[in-house]
């Protein structure tokens, strides 16, 4: 049997997306698959069909032996050609190919009527880079993003250097030797990556944090830059911090500005416009602050108005710059730390050019969206007042603010969040984290919210991909039931026990807790002591269990198997750790800590995709309470 596959347009993400049809239906089926031109009568025809819809909008309509695969912008006609794969029965259990499940399909699937016709439920559906990662695994997760209905991916900073040099540093892996980056290496990885979003068709989001650095001299190329020192000719520029003006922490990032002095406002407007001019492949330009709190200038002009306010003048000014260069760029701005404070008098003037972006980062993830009482649970949001804020965890005190910027601001918005950025090493069990996820998306439109873009580690995949699995396939339809999700998933992923496994990891996660490991509550606690005690038995005990399937499976399954226990052998050390924490048992839990980070770094080379070394230990030595890090190169 032969089957041919035609595209309507001559575009690089229709072409690709034939081309990953031919690929995938090669492997599931004996057929003959070929690639035609814009042939009218080829087996199946991959379309971009524009219209004036914000959402994207999938069609496929197969009968009569023919099928076409109707997208309205080209990246939802890739999405689309996931989608029909996804009905053949593939699965995309995990970045890289190798995880794909793709199941033996009879050469005549196309004689069965088939009818599709979907709008996705939300505009923005994207992760941001985090973490510590290889190119290889950024272009992977890339890759991996459409075929679960992600259409957005964020690099943050001018590029992906800071998290490139984590990884090929090995910084917290003293076992790994260090791999030199090049200059010319460096440009040829970033490439790849800004490649692997353009042929794909994603949205591009970029930058974030930086400008301020930037005005000041220093490139956001290189993130966290650090150890540095302001000269002094640049000292008007920074913020009045307790009488002096000079870098917090001799770091840029974390530096504020004078935004009283006209010189700052005109610079940085300048920096940004240039770089809009010089990359209009950015469809989403993020233009944030410091990444710091508490460190906003005191100047006596600054003391008579609010961070925010000022922002919102800025953003203005912007606009009016991008306006006279005609560049039609979509300015991100954020609701962070002092910018969550909504301005007391300064609007914007035209919403059409921006997108508002709400981080509640220290927000629990112990409950969703979808539990907070909206009648009676919103208190008001706290005045602001000048370097003396507290960010909170609930979620009611977030949403607070957010509903303040909204009586001002109703254009295009989403939620920037964080379920793995951090939240998710305290869920050892991922389940918890996963329904979260879930709960919060099919609740983002009663807050108004077009979207939802995932601040995370790239290698969240131990023990399971499902809270990514989840988060794509949700924000793609949110009717989509989480208890379906998962069967659909752990049958995918280990094969007739995977109901098995979902209860194992299910209650892993009912004695984990996401707030304990990041530091909010108490260390001292009894009740968390025998919970994560609990996790240890769990994990030993399912050994037996790892030992009679692993002989049994093949392929992806087997693989997944092997994460499986990797994970039972590597948390059933942190819950141990973790239970000394809980009972107070300091020594002990160092002495633990000290044998998990071991085992970890030991094994990163094996386990490499699955679990970010370099990160783990950062998020627990900042909030769990352990101390021991990686002795320095």
Same mark, same amino acid.
């Given at each position: ?135 290889? &695994? ?12 992600? &259409? ?32 010319? @290496? ?24 930086? +400008? ?11 993130? +966290? $830059? ?24 001799? *770091? ?15 610079? !940085? ?18 233009? +944030? ?26 953003? &203005? ?37 921006? *997108? ?25 949001? *706290? ?47 991922? !389940? ?58 752990? @049958? ?46 769990? *994990? ?52 633990? +800590? ?9 094994? $990163? ?12 230990? $950062? ?15």
């Amino acid at each position: 049997m032969l089957i041919s596959i035609a595209t309507n347009r001559a575009d690089q993400t229709l072409q690709f997306a034939a081309e990953e049809l031919q690929a995938h239906l090669t492997k599931m089926t004996p057929a003959k698959i070929t690639l035609v031109g814009d042939t009218p009568n080829a087996t199946i025809r991959v379309n971009w069909v524009a219209d004036d819809e914000t959402l994207d909008h999938v069609v496929i309509d197969q009968r009569d032996g023919r099928c076409a695969i109707t997208g309205n912008r080209p990246v939802a006609a890739l999405i689309g050609v996931y989608e029909y794969l996804h009905h053949l029965g593939a699965r995309f259990l995990r970045p890289d190919k190798a995880h794909d499940l793709l199941p033996a399909v009879s050469a005549e699937f196309l004689l069965d009527d088939y009818h599709y016709d979907h709008v996705a439920s939300y505009k923005h559906r994207g992760v941001c880079i985090e973490g510590a990662d290889s190119v290889e &695994n950024i272009v992977d997760f890339i890759d991996w993003l459409p075929k679960n209905g992600y &259409n957005s991916f964020f690099v943050q900073f001018e590029n992906s250097y800071t998290f490139l040099k984590r990884w090929y540093d090995h910084e917290s892996n003293n076992y790994l030797e260090r791999e030199a980056l090049s200059t010319a @290496t460096i440009t040829a990885m970033n490439n790849a990556i800004d490649q692997a979003i353009q042929v794909r068709g994603l949205h591009h989001h970029r930058v974030g944090h930086g +400008w301020t650095g930037e005005v000041l001299g220093y490139s956001s190329k290189f993130g +966290w $830059e650090s150890g540095v020192t302001l000269p002094k000719e640049k000292e008007p520029l920074v913020a009045l911090v307790n009488g002096k003006r000079a870098l917090i922490n001799d *770091t840029p990032i974390f530096t504020s500005l004078d935004f009283a002095n006209p010189e700052v406002n005109e610079k !940085m407007a300048r920096v940004i416009v240039d770089y809009a001019a010089t990359h209009q492949n950015v469809d989403y330009l993020h233009v +944030w602050l410091s990444d710091a709190n508490n460190n906003i200038c005191e100047c006596d002009i600054c003391q008579k108005t609010t961070p925010s306010d000022q922002y919102v003048e800025f953003l &203005n000014l912007l606009d009016e710059k991008l306006t006279a260069a005609d560049l039609d760029t979509k300015i991100c701005f954020l609701l962070y730390h002092e910018l969550l404070f909504a301005p007391q008098h300064a609007k914007i003037k035209h919403p059409d050019r921006f *997108t508002m972006m709400f981080a509640p980062i220290s927000r629990t993830f112990e409950k969703s969206y979808a539990d907070v009482d909206y009648e009676h649970g919103i208190p008001a949001a *706290t005045p602001y007042v000048r370097n003396d804020i507290t960010l909170p965890n609930s979620l009611e005190a977030n949403l607070a603010f957010l509903f303040d910027w909204q009586k001002q601001f109703n254009g295009d918005s989403f939620v920037y969040d964080y379920p793995l950025g951090r939240a998710h090493y305290g869920d050892l069990g991922y !389940m918890r984290i996963s329904e979260i996820i879930s709960r919060d998306i099919k609740f983002l439109d009663q807050l108004h919210l077009n979207g939802y873009i995932s601040c995370q580690e790239l290698r969240s995949g131990l023990p399971t991909t499902l809270p990514n699995y989840v988060m794509g396939r949700t924000l793609w339809d949110k009717s989509a039931d989480y208890n379906d999700l998962c069967d659909e998933y752990f @049958t995918a992923a280990f094969g007739d026990q995977g109901g098995q496994v979902r209860a194992y990891l299910q209650a892993i996660s009912d004695h984990s807790s996401s707030d304990y490991f990041n530091a909010i509550g108490p260390r001292h606690n009894p009740e968390m002591g025998q919970r994560f005690e609990k996790i240890v038995s769990l *994990t030993t005990d399912f050994l037996a269990t790892v030992n009679q399937a692993l002989p049994e499976t093949t392929g992806v399954q087997r693989q997944n198997w092997r994460v499986l226990d990797y994970h039972r052998q590597a948390y059933g050390q942190l819950a141990l750790a973790l239970a000394d924490i809980a009972n107070d048992q300091t020594s002990l839990a160092e002495a633990e +800590w000290r044998g998990f980070v071991d085992f970890i770094k030991l094994h $990163e080379s094996q386990f490499q995709p699955y679990l970010d070394v370099y990160r783990i230990i $950062e998020v627990a030595t900042n909030y769990a309470g352990f101390q021991y890090k990686d002795p320095v190169k």
